[in-house]
């Protein structure tokens, strides 16, 4: 269960409060999205998770599975089982995909649990056969010269291989089209079970329609400012932020307004 | 065993007289000949000279032999091909006279091989060179002349080295329309270690070289190509690991002569742990190289704050009708790349490792063979202690 109490966060670069006072519970098996205008700390709140080194916690704690992850390095919470579908993943070239995901893979296990290099193969050609993946995207870089959709699907790609407990993933639908969507959703939804929530943050409602979330939440200005259900979403397709801030009456000032 | 003359080691195996003569002179003059700053450690005192044994069969095999390919001791070479050694050792493309270091191996050579393959020989399967020198001695020597169309494909590893300080010297000419690839793997243990590669090309011959230096102490690696004939093309290409306080200089100069000739060179380095790495490349077109290509990329990679680089990129263009660039960069691993690697729970050391690994690769892959490339990655891992 991921656990976020009282968040404030910085970017330290700036100095500039970006989450003010945030509070959320993911409990195991379930399934929340956030959404939100632009500018107001989804992907701060995604990075600041997984420790980018850009932002700072300035108060509050975020805790996973009773651990407290302040102190702890990137590499040490993912371990924990936290995994983050990130919304520009890095092109590497000169790593090949399959090692990649491979390293991945073994660096969750301890050594008698890692699989041997036929299983892992077996079983990341059976990801890809679900995520409709060409075969030739094993050898090829990491993300180097992937369009916009290969990227999303190859990190979805990686969440389904590496099997973390939560999984956040930030804007995967942004940039894709109907069939990628449909795809990148079934990957999910195959990820489904009473230890593996997620965390989903996104603009639009399409992937909802897929992907069936337990908890809607609104963000804004730092804060999670409203939870509901589905319908929380399709009332904001329908009206926008602006009318849910004032409806709230809230003194928040938009980004594109 | 006793200790023997110039002259006297030379003749011990029967050197032709020009040749003991030559080395005399050498020894004479070696003291007033120039020496930079950068190749004062690698000078050596004088070694000991011992009788040694020369074998003077002609070593190439079966099928290649009867194609006419020799591959033979060097001193054996002097005695059955006074002329073609006479003109091209040490002459045309490392000058004895150039330099102390230079005359000094001359002087000095205890061993070398001479390979030449005849006009329109094609080699399809590479050939390892490694065992047709004696690596414990500390002046080596390679001198390969390839004849007109001819084609082939050399590696060369190094092994039981001296422990103190040795040098090889490598000569490949070739002859119009050659093509020849050179794969290097570079693996002396010794303390200072010069490895000089140079050639000269005739007319539309092609050369491709490629050198992974991942030997653990102080290296200076020297080649320079003339790129004389009409349409030639030469491709330098390094590879560097530098760890533990080594210092590694690496010089590579390509000169276009001809007309639409074509050179580029690429070193790739890493460097860590107080260890200092200096590429120097060099682009030089004459007057005469009209039509010429000249390009040269050179990458070093810093793997913590404690290690150095530096990278010198020149271009000496003499001609105005020419094609020239260059790039160069030094720098550390990308944050982001780092942060991607460790969100999969890649620990540092292996996500930098994996990094390393990614940077090298493009050169790397370039070898021909298998197990030179495991070979390279697996001393990458080894001696790849970088927290």
């Known amino acids: ?257 | 065993m006793t200790e023997l003359t110039i002259s006297e080691f030379a003749k011990s195996h029967g050197e032709p007289a020009w040749l003991v003569a030559k080395r005399e002179v050498a020894s004479d003059i070696y003291c007033s000949l120039p020496l930079s700053a950068q190749q004062r450690p690698y000078q050596m005192t004088n070694p000991k000279l011992t009788a040694v044994t020369v074998n003077n069969d002609n070593l190439a095999p079966q099928h290649l032999k009867q194609q006419g390919v020799i591959m033979m001791d060097l001193f054996a070479a002097a005695q059955e091909y006074p002329t073609l050694i006479q003109e091209n050792l040490m002459e045309k493309t490392i000058p004895w006279r150039d330099n102390a270091l230079n005359a000094r191996h001359l002087a000095y050579l205890t061993t070398g091989a001479f390979i030449f393959l005849p006009s329109n020989t094609i080699c399809n399967e590479p050939i390892n060179l490694t065992n047709f020198i004696d690596h414990t001695q500390l002046e080596k020597h390679l001198l390969i002349i390839a004849g007109a169309n001819a084609e082939a494909t050399f590696t060369f590893n190094d092994c039981g080295t001296t422990p103190k300080k040795d040098c090889l010297m490598v000569e490949v000419l070739l002859g119009d329309n050659a093509h020849i690839k050179y794969f290097d793997e570079n693996n002396a243990k010794s303390e200072y270690h010069h490895r000089v590669l140079n050639a000269y090309l005739a007319r539309n011959a092609t050369l491709h070289t490629f050198v992974g230096l991942f030997n653990a102490h102080n290296t200076l690696y020297d080649s320079s190509f003339s790129l004389d004939g009409e349409q030639s093309e030469g491709y330098l290409n390094v590879v560097s690991l530098g760890m533990n306080t080594q210092q590694q200089n690496v010089n590579a100069e390509i000169i276009n002569h001809g007309r639409n000739t074509h050179g580029e060179i690429q070193a790739r380095g890493i460097v860590a742990e107080r260890a200092k790495t200096n590429f120097h490349t060099n682009g030089v077109i004459t007057k005469n190289g009209y039509g010429a290509y000249s390009d040269q990329a050179s990458r070093l990679l810093t793997l913590d704050s404690t290690s150095q680089g530096q990278v010198d990129p020149i271009l000496l263009i003499d001609n105005y009708d020419v094609v020239a660039g260059h790039a160069a960069s030094v720098g550390k691993v990308n944050a982001d790349q780092l942060y991607y690697l460790n969100s999969r729970g890649i620990p540092l050391r292996q996500a930098k490792l994996l990094l390393t690994r990614g940077f090298l690769l493009p050169l790397i892959d370039a070898f021909p063979n298998e197990q030179m490339r495991k070979q390279m990655l697996d001393k990458l891992e080894g001696r790849f202690n970088v927290r």
């Open chain 1, 1 to 257: 269960m991921l656990k976020i109490t009282d968040l404030h966060v910085k970017i330290i670069e700036n100095n500039q409060e970006v989450i003010k006072g945030l509070n959320l519970e993911i409990p195991d098996g379930e399934i929340h999205v956030i959404m939100g205008p632009n500018g107001t700390g989804k992907s701060t709140l995604s990075q600041t998770i997984m420790n980018s080194g850009k932002y700072e916690i300035t108060h509050g704690q975020i805790n996973f599975n009773g651990t407290d992850l302040a102190k702890l390095s990137t590499d040490e919470r993912a371990r924990l089982g936290i995994f983050l579908a990130m919304q520009y993943p890095t092109e590497i070239p000169g790593i090949k995909n399959a090692d990649f995901i491979r390293a991945a893979v073994n660096a969750m296990r301890p050594k008698s649990a890692q699989p041997t290099v036929l299983e892992f193969m077996q079983s990341l050609s059976k990801a890809m056969d679900i995520l409709d993946i060409k075969l030739d995207y094993t050898d090829r870089y990491l993300n180097e010269g992937f369009s916009g959709g290969e990227k999303k699907r190859n990190e979805i790609l990686q969440m389904m291989m590496v099997k973390p407990q939560l999984a956040i993933l930030d804007e995967i639908d942004s940039g894709l089209d109907i069939d990628a969507l449909k795809v990148v959703s079934k990957g999910i939804n195959t990820m489904r079970g009473n230890h593996f929530s997620s965390l989903i943050i996104t603009h639009y409602d399409r992937i909802l329609r897929y992907v069936k979330p337990d908890v809607v939440h609104v963000m804004m200005d730092g804060k999670i400012v409203a939870s509901g259900g589905i319908e929380l979403a399709k009332s904001l397709e329908q009206g926008g932020y602006a009318q849910l801030r004032d409806k709230l009456g809230l003194n928040i000032k938009l980004v594109d307004e």
